[in-house]
């Protein structure tokens, strides 16, 4: 935004430089306009994300004359960019990839109700050739057409290059556009070589964050599985419990009932989602010794509590305690992840990890997000500024490089969810069959293609894990 105002700055002043006073040239003036109801958006991004934000220091002081700095920028959206900028580590990257804000209602769509409008299909490489369905969600439109996991996309509406280097050259703008249009057309390799040739239109539909679960014999002990893909909030707005309480529960029942005595918890794409979620799997995943036993605390800013008492809300970042009600006992678990698990999947890692020997197995570090929000509705769009950071009972809470991995392994694309041979499962597996990690290499377990290419380049999966959302939302019930 400095970029487009100074360069309009040095246009107008370059026309008058280049005219004389007395050439008939009339000076040009601002011209008045009413004050529109973007105006008061932007005034009030500023008000409200300086009254919440974790690096509330950091911000300028523009509260003498708020319009005079938000005039500056052409959208509520540029505002909040600009505010993002300040705060940095001490490599000088801003801390703040995260605040954002929600015209649509979205994310109370998807994160409080269960509510998703898309096609229901993700996709990564496999190779730097051969891009892959990565997950479907149950009920999709993609999922309705049969599509699954593991099938290889050809062609997409058209464009038959999808190599991850023509994929780059414009930023991944033709995929991501393709993938969030209304409809798409799709070419897909079934993995026994035949070709089908969809066309999908958005729809709304139902998210179903567990995508699998099995229960493995390894080493004489029994082990639990689960892929879990969204944290679609367990209570409703009324403090009523959701249908994502009920399916957790059924599932641990399941477990306590078979006698498992470890987990593998697959988070390799769970971009996070409601706190209340988070805080409820942690109580059930932990062991019986952590009841009463602190599990996390929030840090703020040092006048936020006071801001919202201010406003009414009921917003509450006082410390949590582990409330153990179930009777499943896990000695380990074993994480699945990716550079997509973050947020609310990163809390869930690190409260656990003080109470339960925990093993990361994914390719590299998880996202990096120990922050979270609040939705604040303003003028009908939704506030989302980082507001807080957790912390677990050993005070660890400085992650925003991630999470690192106990081993690598490379996502395998080619076996759904809950594959005993799925690479990173089958580590977890050998683990507990031998009481450690296996001694294959990361070039190893890479995916190959039918024409020999290699592995894909190190972290370009990456930019499409990080393309859904990512959050740790605390919402007020």
Same mark, same amino acid.
């Given at each position: 935004?400095?970029?487009?105002?100074?360069?309009?700055?040095?246009?107008?002043?370059?026309?008058?430089?280049?005219?004389?006073?007395?050439?008939?040239?009339?000076?040009?003036?601002?011209?008045?306009?009413?004050?529109?109801?973007?105006?008061?958006?932007?005034?009030?991004?500023?008000?409200?994300?300086?009254?919440?934000?974790?690096?509330?220091?950091?911000?300028?002081?523009?509260?003498?004359?708020?319009?005079?700095?938000?005039?500056?920028?052409?959208?509520?959206?540029?505002?909040?960019?600009?505010?993002?900028?300040?705060?940095?580590?001490?490599?000088?990257?801003?801390?703040?990839?995260?605040?954002?804000?929600?015209?649509?209602?979205?994310?109370?769509?998807?994160?409080?109700?269960?509510?998703?409008?898309?096609?229901?299909?993700?996709?990564?490489?496999?190779?730097?050739?051969?891009?892959?369905?990565?997950?479907?969600?149950?009920?999709?439109?993609?999922?309705?057409?049969?599509?699954?996991?593991?099938?290889?996309?050809?062609?997409?509406?058209?464009?038959?290059?999808?190599?991850?280097? +023509?994929?780059?050259?414009?930023?991944?703008?033709?995929?991501?556009?393709?993938?969030?249009?209304?409809?798409?057309?799709?070419?897909?390799?079934?993995?026994?070589?035949?070709?089908?040739?969809?066309?999908?239109?958005?729809?709304?539909?139902?998210?179903?964050?567990?995508?699998?679960?099995?229960?493995?014999?390894?080493?004489?002990?029994?082990?639990?599985?689960?892929?879990?893909?969204?944290?679609?909030?367990?209570?409703?707005?009324?403090? +009523?419990?959701?249908?994502?309480?009920?399916?957790?529960?059924?599932?641990?029942?399941?477990?306590?009932?078979?006698?498992?005595?470890?987990?593998?918890?697959?988070?390799?794409?769970?971009?996070?989602?409601?706190?209340?979620?988070?805080?409820?799997?942690?109580?059930?995943?932990?062991?019986?010794?952590?009841?009463?036993?602190?599990?996390?605390?929030?840090?703020?800013?040092?006048?936020?509590? +006071?801001?919202?008492?201010?406003?009414?809300?009921?917003?509450?970042?006082?410390?949590?305690?582990?409330?153990?009600?179930?009777?499943?006992?896990?000695?380990?678990?074993?994480?699945?992840?990716?550079?997509?698990?973050?947020?609310?999947?990163?809390?869930?890692?690190?409260?656990?990890?003080?109470?339960?020997?925990?093993?990361?197995?994914?390719?590299?570090?998880?996202?990096?997000?120990?922050?979270?929000?609040?939705?604040?509705?303003?003028?009908?769009?939704?506030?989302?500024?980082?507001?807080?950071?957790?912390?677990?009972?050993?005070?660890?809470?400085?992650?925003?490089?991630?999470?690192?991995?106990?081993?690598?392994?490379?996502?395998?694309?080619?076996?759904?969810?809950?594959?005993?041979?799925?690479?990173?499962?089958?580590?977890?597996?050998?683990?507990?069959?031998?009481?450690?990690?296996?001694?294959?290499?990361?070039?190893?377990?890479?995916?190959?293609?039918?024409?020999?290419?290699?592995?894909?380049?190190?972290?370009?999966?990456?930019?499409?894990?990080?393309?859904?959302?990512?959050?740790?939302?605390?919402?007020?019930?």
């Amino acid at each position: 935004m400095k970029r487009i105002y100074w360069t309009l700055t040095l246009f107008f002043a370059g026309m008058l430089a280049g005219c004389d006073r007395d050439d008939g040239m009339p000076q040009l003036e601002r011209p008045s306009r009413a004050e529109t109801e973007e105006d008061r958006l932007k005034d009030s991004v500023y008000v409200y994300t300086y009254g919440f934000y974790l690096w509330q220091e950091h911000l300028p002081d523009w509260h003498a004359d708020v319009r005079a700095q938000t005039a500056r920028f052409n959208s509520a959206d540029a505002v909040l960019e600009e505010l993002k900028g300040y705060a940095r580590d001490a490599a000088g990257n801003p801390y703040d990839r995260f605040s954002f804000l929600d015209r649509w209602g979205t994310v109370n769509a998807e994160i409080q109700q269960g509510m998703a409008g898309s096609f229901g299909i993700d996709v990564r490489y496999m190779t730097d050739d051969d891009l892959y369905v990565k997950r479907v969600d149950i009920g999709s439109p993609a999922y309705q057409a049969g599509i699954q996991r593991g099938w290889q996309i050809l062609e997409v509406n058209g464009q038959t290059d999808l190599s991850l280097a +023509n994929m780059e050259r414009d930023n991944f703008e033709f995929l991501f556009g393709a993938l969030d249009a209304e409809a798409i057309g799709l070419r897909l390799r079934r993995p026994d070589g035949s070709e089908v040739s969809l066309d999908l239109d958005r729809r709304t539909y139902q998210l179903q964050p567990i995508l699998a679960h099995q229960i493995f014999t390894a080493g004489g002990k029994k082990v639990g599985y689960f892929a879990f893909d969204i944290f679609v909030s367990t209570l409703d707005d009324r403090d +009523n419990p959701t249908y994502v309480k009920t399916q957790l529960d059924q599932l641990v029942r399941t477990f306590e009932e078979a006698g498992v005595q470890e987990l593998i918890v697959d988070l390799r794409y769970n971009g996070g989602g409601a706190v209340i979620t988070a805080d409820y799997l942690s109580n059930l995943l932990a062991p019986r010794s952590a009841d009463g036993q602190l599990m996390y605390t929030n840090k703020s800013n040092g006048s936020l509590e +006071n801001f919202l008492a201010s406003k009414g809300s009921r917003i509450d970042l006082s410390p949590v305690y582990y409330r153990k009600t179930n009777t499943l006992d896990v000695t380990r678990i074993y994480f699945l992840v990716t550079e997509g698990t973050a947020s609310a999947s990163e809390l869930v890692i690190n409260n656990l990890k003080p109470y339960v020997d925990t093993k990361l197995i994914g390719e590299y570090a998880t996202y990096g997000k120990p922050v979270g929000y609040f939705p604040w509705n303003i003028r009908g769009v939704d506030l989302y500024a980082v507001s807080f950071q957790t912390f677990n009972a050993k005070g660890y809470g400085e992650y925003f490089s991630g999470l690192p991995v106990d081993k690598q392994v490379f996502d395998d694309l080619t076996r759904d969810f809950g594959d005993p041979e799925e690479a990173m499962i089958a580590e977890a597996l050998h683990y507990v069959q031998h009481g450690g990690f296996s001694a294959a290499t990361l070039s190893r377990q890479a995916g190959v293609s039918a024409a020999g290419s290699t592995q894909v380049s190190p972290h370009r999966n990456g930019i499409l894990d990080r393309h859904s959302m990512k959050g740790m939302f605390i919402f007020r019930h």
